[in-house]
């Protein structure tokens, strides 16, 4: 059975893109040019103070983590559960004619990486309790280093709209340093609000919706992982694959 093969999640960009489309759409309808959006200050303190922010608030490590994350979420790597399943069950066979440490020569052609950790540790830890310790330890840490990259975006998506107002505040402040051109007051302080218009479009069409969906990125691949480490166990166990598919088809026909 081949590895899955990794392709562009085109849901995320149709999303992006729907989003944008309303908002320019939106715009259009009011009569405004969009190049009366295009406002250099704006732009520089809303990223740069968001990003400025992150380094602040997040670890270097964990923003290392984020940025992986986010990367990833270009990506989607789909998994046929059922194929899995029947990988999984192949392996119960030797297993229970010559034990669990006849899989060690099987576990490089495991085709997912999660699967290939499971078995090499059931390998290496012949205790039950021992094993399932270090399974449930396993979860419990990818699930959170899920949960800590969403954070990250979430806060930097705190904190963008309010740099945006920063940016409009120092838009107003130049507007009112030339009062005396009460036309160029008009129009300096539309353009000044641009800067909070920014920090809103960052955070809403961006930051939070990729926090979202890291993580339900993060659900999805904890059931698959649970799904995995229970396939390990009934394997470890020695289990009749009858019973195995049994248990593991749950997870195929009512995902949680």
């Known amino acids: ?29 009011t009569g405004i040019r969009m190049s009366y959006f295009l406002q250099p200050t ?36 789909p998994v046929d559960r059922a194929a899995l399943i029947q990988e ?8 229970r004619t010559r034990g669990v440490t006849a899989l060690e020569p099987m576990i490089a052609a495991s085709t997912h990486p999660f699967l290939r950790e499971t078995l090499s540790l059931a390998v290496d830890l012949p205790q039950r309790a021992e094993l399932k310790a270090a399974f449930e330890t396993k979860l419990r840490l990818r699930e959170r ?15 963008a709209p309010t740099i945006g107002i920063l940016g409009t505040v120092v838009g107003l402040i130049e507007v009112l340093s030339q009062f005396t051109n009460i ?11 641009v800067s909070t218009i920014y920090g809103l479009g960052l955070a ?3 930051l939070l919706p990729a926090a979202n969906r890291i993580r339900a ?8 992982d649970e ?18 598919r049994e248990r593991l088809n749950a997870y195929v026909e009512h995902p949680h």
């Not at 968001?50 to 990506?75: E, H, I, Q, Y």
């Not at 949960?147 to 904190?159: D, I, Y």
């Not at 990125?217 to 698959?224: D, H, Q, S, T």
Request: net charge positive; charged share 15%.
């Open 1 to 29: 059975m081949r590895a899955a093969v990794r392709r562009i999640d085109v849901s995320m960009f149709a999303g992006i893109a729907i989003a944008v489309a309303g908002v320019v759409a939106g715009i259009s309808a």
């Open 42 to 77: 704006g732009v520089f303190i809303v990223l740069g103070g968001t990003l400025g922010v992150s380094f602040v608030t997040t670890p270097r490590l964990a923003l290392r983590n984020t940025a992986r994350a986010v990367a990833r979420l270009v990506w989607e790597k």
């Open 88 to 95: 999984m069950l192949a392996l119960a066979r030797p297993a």
């Open 145 to 159: 280093q899920g949960e800590a990259c969403a954070k990250t975006l979430e806060v930097a998506g705190g904190f």
């Open 183 to 193: 036309a160029g007051v008009a129009g300096g302080v539309g353009a000044a609000f």
């Open 204 to 206: 809403n069409l961006l």
């Open 217 to 224: 990125r993060v659900a999805e691949n904890f059931e698959l």
């Open 227 to 244: 799904m995995i480490v229970e396939g390990v166990l009934c394997v470890v166990d020695g289990l009749h694959p009858a019973l195995m």
